[in-house]
């Protein structure tokens, strides 16, 4: 079985400013893929990130980076430059990577951002 | 390109009525997904579909029944309506890569 825990009900940050929300996670699958999401005030699902398990550099993708600490087991999103869209709820999630649990998700608790001018 | 499509938005049932719930990708993707979203909390999955024809149960099938009418759509049905089951419901859908495309989601009571 997969468990995703995210620690952090809520985070504040403010504009411009870098900050980490965290994701641990636990699974017996060799391979194994890691997601965030972003679900703003309007309820849709927007993906941002992937880690693939056995990927040798962390995953960037404009002004979001995953830190990845595979012996940790921690995913761990930077967002920098902190924008005020930037508020929402987000969420760790992981798939397997092989057999009948391929692309099935398993989502954490999410964590609420707050961004301040 | 639509993507994910879901309908209704928004459905208000009494305890016992049955409905589904509907949902289409125009992506021509293989697998698909039902997740339910409680308030406060991560998505959990329902049910999914790994290809045309197959269903498997999810996380929390009780209480649900699924259809995969063909490529493009997949259905979710409530047969009869328990306060429990008042949630936030996504499809998603998933080609050769990763990433899962949701849906809008459809708003669920169940009074």
């Known amino acids: 079985a997969q468990k995703i825990t995210q620690t952090q009900p809520g985070m504040f940050v403010q504009e411009k400013e870098a900050v980490t929300l965290d994701c641990t996670y636990d699974?017996?699958?060799?391979?194994?893929?890691l997601f965030w999401y972003k679900q703003p005030s309007s309820g849709e699902m927007i993906f941002l990130i992937y880690?693939?398990?056995?990927?040798?550099q962390n995953a960037t993708e404009g002004r979001y980076s995953l830190n990845f600490q595979k012996a940790r087991k921690s995913a761990n999103l930077v967002i920098s430059a902190s924008q005020l869209g930037d508020s929402a709820m987000y969420f760790c999630?992981?798939?397997?990577?092989?057999?009948?649990?391929?692309?099935?998700?398993?989502f954490g608790q999410g964590t609420i951002l707050t961004v301040h001018p | 390109n639509a993507g994910v499509t879901q309908t209704p938005k928004f459905q208000v049932l009494k305890t016992g009525q049955s409905m589904t719930l509907q949902c289409a990708q125009d992506?021509?993707?293989?697998?698909m997904y039902w997740y339910r979203q409680d308030p406060g909390m991560g998505l959990r999955l329902i049910y999914y579909?790994?290809?045309?024809?197959?269903?498997d149960k999810g996380e929390v099938p009780n209480g649900y029944n699924v259809s995969r009418l063909n490529k493009r759509e997949f259905s979710l049905r409530l047969e009869s309506a328990a306060p429990s089951q008042t949630s936030v419901y996504f499809c998603?859908?998933?080609?050769?890569?990763?990433?899962?495309?949701f849906g809008p989601g459809t708003r669920l009571t169940v009074t």
């Open positions: 699974t017996s699958d060799p391979s194994y893929g």
């Open positions: 880690q693939g398990s056995y990927d040798q």
């Open positions: 998603a859908s998933r080609g050769y890569t990763y990433e899962q495309y």
């Open positions: 579909s790994a290809s045309e024809g197959t269903t």
């Open positions: 999630a992981m798939s397997a990577k092989g057999g009948t649990s391929y692309g099935k998700l398993t």
């Open positions: 992506m021509n993707h293989n697998s």
